[in-house]
């Protein structure tokens, strides 16, 4: 089945104002609303091949924005399903928490072949998700690795307080490290989630680290500006995803 010519054109429209929109955000005007869109046709390679990683960052922004004002875009799922049948064009790929109240797609208001993703206690990185990384940009044209983390981690509480739980305790210990790294002046604890949060995100930090560390594919097209390498902090106070080293 092919692309549905209205879907698409609302798509290539959605995309095109997506930096028109975000710049206005810069001057105050970031509230203003975008017509309501229904996208009832998955990304195609065409649309995926023509934005730039800096511009596939953009696009969730505004799709968070969709999501925190209540006001997502008529995604069609049987027809995005049936669309995406024949091939996948991802425009990211994103490792998250496993958190129940952190679904990417959804807060970022993402359909189906939009994104490829992962989800893991803590967001932390392996070797089989590297794996999955370098295949989502080297050979399915993903142009952005997302790292996702968020506020209130219980992951994150369980390596403060030095939880241990079968083979739980050694996911912890893989969050371990952001715990000496993170600068904080305050109660070290597990029940502070201030402390909690700092953490968190030098978790994604560190993480972000290692990716480019083990793996020299995913490093090597990041310097070649295929594609970017960057970090967020999803809010569940409000549901901002905050994203940095951007």
Do not use: W
Not at 41 to 50: I, N, V, Y
Not at 207 to 216: L, P, V
Not at 222 to 229: A, G, V, W, Y
């Amino acid at each position: 089945m092919g692309q549905d010519p209205l879907a698409l054109r609302s798509r290539r429209t959605i995309l095109k104002q997506t930096l028109a929109i975000s710049a206005l955000s810069f001057t105050g005007l970031g509230a203003l609303s975008m017509p309501s869109i229904s996208f009832a046709a998955s990304l195609s390679k065409e649309e995926r091949d023509g934005m730039s990683p800096l511009a596939v960052i953009e696009h969730f922004k505004l799709g968070n924005l969709r999501f925190r004002e209540n006001r997502p875009v008529k995604h069609d799922y049987l027809a995005q399903k049936r669309n995406s049948i024949a091939g996948q064009y991802p425009a990211a790929v994103i490792l998250s928490c496993i958190d129940s109240r952190v679904p990417a797609e959804i807060v970022l208001d993402a359909g189906i072949g939009e994104t490829f993703n992962s989800r893991v206690a803590g967001n932390i990185i392996n070797r089989d998700i590297l794996g999955s990384m370098e295949f989502a940009c080297a050979i399915a044209g993903a142009k952005v690795v997302l790292v996702m983390g968020h506020t209130r981690c219980g992951a994150v509480r369980g390596a403060i307080d030095n939880v241990e739980m079968g083979n739980l305790t050694s996911l912890l210990d893989e969050i371990k490290p952001a715990i000496e790294k993170t600068e904080y002046s305050g109660e070290r604890k597990g029940s502070n989630y201030d402390f909690v949060d700092a953490v968190a995100r030098v978790n994604v930090d560190m993480t972000i680290k290692k990716i480019r560390k083990n793996s020299s594919i995913l490093k090597k097209m990041e310097d070649q500006q295929k594609i970017k390498i960057v970090g967020s902090m999803y809010h569940l106070t409000g549901g901002k995803v905050e994203f940095f080293n951007v």
